[in-house]
């Protein structure tokens, strides 16, 4: 049995609390992302799963009783937290799906971190992945740091990029450090806080981490001439500039301090790991759907931020992941879910990423913890211990692939709407009606189109209601109101359904039908839905 929660005391849980950085990377596919949790890993000490880190290569073929479809595709449908300690801190790494597998769940891990890394490729610049994901954290006013990666390799100007940044996200680019050598020709970088040089050294296969030195800029001027000389001069400009680091507005997300770095050398990401200890804001008192504060010392409290189903066909699983707000879970605490009041048993916590799993005994403020037989849970869902408390919804997002669901055998109708029903409450899709469409064939909206498949995977086997799904030519969301639905109605290709919160959706084939509308209906109501 474990000891009682009582037995670890709020000084303890201040003092774990204030170790904790936890966040996630913000990033397109191919930036980088996975061999920067690899390099993030190496540096620092992974804590009770010893080579559980492993690439897309790694993680293909092995057995595991996932889902099939995701066995199938060797690719990885969970997102969870990888926990490393590095310096005093205890650093928990969420992870954001991408490639096929970027759905709702990306941008609702975002509403568990307290910081995010913007990882960006040195050559293409603000991707498209990237800037959904910033519009989120935006919102969330979640500090960012960002990181211009593959600096390695021939790239765009660094300066140009700043001036990306800044168009693009409105946050002011504060370069912590500036490269040596351009991009392709990766030397090292000035550290701006002190105008000293840090250059890089190449390990065989970036395998090990890369050596590092530190010289005064005379030295440096020695080193690396022109390259130093044009560095200098650089940094000077932003400085000019007004871009230098500054604490509030970082934490504000107003200005984002930059690194610039090679994951694949592992250069920059010792600093980055600095960053995240020196700057980014630890697990802090998280504020309730009352606009109060729960203190981090208060008895346990979390909310769920995933619910990840079928990972085992057999035992039709549920593993919801909690973001624990504070106090301390302990596994075997009785918790009580804040909605329907109910006791949940936390007998089988775990700690999970990719396909690995461990059990975990212990999380503090800032942690994640995976619960198994969850299928009470669902998303948005908080939980406490002794003390109530309800966390702020988790939004829905904005839907940007639609699909008509219906079953495919229509004396299976009964099991068909329960099944829609379902899904809709644990967020696996949006379900959107018509009156014009009726309940037999409702339209099936999401984020990416894993998440359809999913839906149809679990109609098929879970709810024993075969359906067929049939794409919709719409690709934007508007939020709208009840008075202009009959202009809209009148409108070629535009389609007004209402989801299941209660809000109108007015569907859209692309933005230049949306324009041509918006045109015609001066002061017709299409609110953007970033998150709603
Ligand atoms: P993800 O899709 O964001 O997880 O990207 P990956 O980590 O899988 O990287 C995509 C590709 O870029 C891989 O071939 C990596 O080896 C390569 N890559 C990642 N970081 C760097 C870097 O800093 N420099 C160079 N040259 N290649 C990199």
Redesign the pocket.
């Known amino acids: 049995m474990n000891s009682s929660p009582a037995t670890v005391s709020s000084s303890t849980t201040l003092a774990e609390a204030k170790r904790r950085r936890t966040f996630a990377v913000i990033?397109h596919?191919?930036?980088?992302?996975?061999?920067l949790t690899e390099a993030l890993a190496l540096h620092a000490r992974v804590i009770g799963q010893a080579g559980a880190v492993h690439g897309?290569a790694g993680r293909r073929g092995t057995v595991s009783d996932w889902m099939s479809m995701e066995k199938e595709r060797g690719i990885s449908i969970s997102s969870a937290a990888l926990q490393f300690s590095y310096r005093d801190a205890v650093i928990n790494l969420l992870d954001t799906p991408?490639?096929a597998d970027f759905s709702e769940d990306t941008y609702r891990v975002l509403s568990a971190v307290d910081a995010a890394v913007m990882l960006v490729d040195a050559a293409k610049g603000l991707e498209t992945q990237t800037m959904k994901l910033f519009e989120v954290c935006r919102h969330r006013n979640i500090p960012i740091i960002t990181v211009i990666?593959?600096w390695?390799?021939p790239g765009q100007d660094a300066l140009a990029l700043m001036d990306e940044v800044l168009g693009r996200t409105g946050l002011t680019p504060t370069p912590l450090a500036w490269p040596v050598g351009e991009a392709g020709d990766f030397r090292g970088v000035l550290d701006r806080s002190d105008g000293s040089y840090i250059r890089f050294t190449r390990t065989d296969g970036g395998a090990t981490i890369a050596g590092e030195e530190r010289f005064t800029a005379s030295q440096a001027a020695e080193l690396e001439g022109e390259a130093w000389h044009t560095a200098e001069e650089e940094s000077g400009l932003l400085e000019l500039e007004g871009q230098q680091h500054d604490q509030d507005t970082f934490l504000a997300g107003k200005s984002t301090p930059v690194l610039f770095g090679?994951?694949?050398?592992n250069f920059g990401v010792h600093q980055l790991l600095d960053v995240l200890v020196d700057l980014a804001p630890s697990a802090e008192a998280r504020v309730d759907a009352h606009g109060e504060p729960r203190p981090v010392d208060a008895p346990f409290s979390g909310f769920v931020f995933k619910v990840q189903a079928g990972m085992d066909t057999a035992h039709r699983d549920r593993l919801a992941f909690v973001r624990v707000c504070s106090g301390v879970f302990e596994r075997g605490m009785i918790v009580t879910q804040a909605a329907s009041k109910k006791p949940f048993a936390t007998k089988y916590a775990q700690q999970v990423f990719g396909r690995d799993r461990e059990i975990i005994d212990t999380a503090y403020p800032g942690d994640v913890v995976g619960l198994v037989n969850a299928a009470a849970l669902r998303v948005g869902d908080s939980l406490y211990e002794a003390q109530p408390v309800s966390f702020p919804p988790i939004p829905t997002f904005a839907p940007e692939h639609f699909m008509v669901i219906r079953a495919k055998d229509s004396s299976k109708y009964k099991q068909f709407r329960r099944g829609i029903e379902q899904l809709d409450h644990e967020g696996v899709v949006q379900v959107l009606r018509s009156d014009l469409r009726g309940d037999q064939a409702p339209v099936l909206a999401a984020v990416g189109p894993m998440q359809f498949e999913v839906a149809e995977d679990r109609m098929n086997n879970e709810f024993n209601a075969p359906v067929k799904l049939e794409r919709l030519a719409f690709t934007i969301a508007r939020r709208t109101t009840p008075d202009w639905i009959p202009t809209l109605a009148r409108e070629r290709s535009v389609e007004v359904l209402s989801r299941t919160d209660g809000d109108l959706l007015a569907l859209f084939s692309d933005r230049w039908r949306l324009q041509g509308v918006e045109r015609e209906h001066p002061g017709i109501v299409l609110e953007p839905l970033v998150v709603s």
């Open positions: 990033s596919p191919d930036a980088g992302k996975s061999t897309k991408g490639h990666n593959k390695d390799r090679s994951a694949v050398l």
